[in-house]
């Protein structure tokens, strides 16, 4: 996807710089150029950023779930000791 952006970015470079002035060469690129290819990029890029967010909640709820079971169990060798000593 991103041979494609390159080629797209390429050919609206080379369509600026056949503009007359400055400023059209620079407006050029910006509106047929970065400004098409950032959005095409950022609405195929919205699947990713789902999946690795949804994967940092999954850690973290997991991170969670593990410290909350190390915190609530008992230790052992303190339930053996009352135990040899009763």
Known sequence: ????????LYVAL??????HNVVAGIATFLMYG??????????????????RKAAAE??????GAAAEA????PPQADG???GKDD
């Open 34 to 51: 970065m400004a098409p290819v950032a959005l095409v990029l950022y609405i195929m890029g919205t699947p990713g950023r789902r999946r």
């Open 58 to 63: 999954r850690a973290q709820a997991a991170a």
């Open 14 to 19: 080379m369509m600026a710089i056949t503009e």
């Open 70 to 73: 190390s915190d609530s169990t």
């Open 80 to 82: 053996a000791a009352k």
């Open 1 to 8: 996807m991103y041979i494609v952006a390159i080629g797209w």
